[in-house]
């Protein structure tokens, strides 16, 4: 697939997450599983009261604010939208709660010191980096030592299916996307011990159909001859379609991780 320039993709993925598209479709929780699969990676990390988490690319903080009040724990809250910042601080303050410290910056270039942090966590967002080697490096700068990493993101073994290329935003976010092998050869590269991997392709299953019955229905209130991208309601249904088959032939997929810096 043809790469852009960087920070274009940067630029273009967060502000593609601004949209109201995305809250609509997605809901509060913008990754496969939800909150439940969250809190399943807090437990498996062992969270507690005394540890610092750092969210990156944490959207509009849903995940942030649930693993403090779930946990206990310190979060802070990192995305390069402004948007996305702004509606969870303003979501933050007006939820009271065990405050999230939200930041915009780039994932790629962490704004905290070496060492400052017990827990990065980092949901379906590291295939969107255009460099995620340069972003599991800053995992391990700002973790501490026998600090821990928690990851949930997209798999991907082969080509992406033909259908899929239609859909440039679908496109964008699984563009980086590798094999969950390829994600635990980033973490050991960066000079972390895998800990747990686990196939939560289920989760995306579940995603995939919400978001097409959400489309669906959609075209279906516009009227006979609504599209969506270019697509009417027959190409938006086969696309559907091809996605789900790609999901049940393992060829697309969503994976946890966990690793732990050597202390
Ligand atoms: C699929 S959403 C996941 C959000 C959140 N982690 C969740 O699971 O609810 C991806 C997020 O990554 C953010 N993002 C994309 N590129 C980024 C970068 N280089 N640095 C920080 N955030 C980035 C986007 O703005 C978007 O909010």
New binding site residues.
Partial sequence: MMREDPSVI?QC??AA??TPWVALLLGE???PGGLDL?EHLGRALALTPRDVVA??????G??ARHLAARFGCEVWA????EA?VARGQSRDARQGGAPVRFQQ????ALPWAAGSVDVVL????LC??PSPET?VQEWARVVKPGGRIGLTDVTRRGPLPAALDNLAGWVG?LAGARPVEAYADLLTTAGFQVLRREDRSADLSVLVARIGQALLTWLQFQGPGASLGGLDRAAVEGLWAAIQEAIGRHELGYALLTARRPA
Avoid at 55 to 60: I, L, N, T
Avoid at 105 to 108: I, P
Avoid at 122 to 125: L, R, T
């Fill in positions: 940067k993925c967060a997450y601004a929780s913008w990754h969250t969210d990156v690319a944490a959207g509009e849903a995940s990192l995305d390069l939208g996305q910056g780039d994932a790629e980092c949901e379906c967002a969107t980096f972003a976010c």
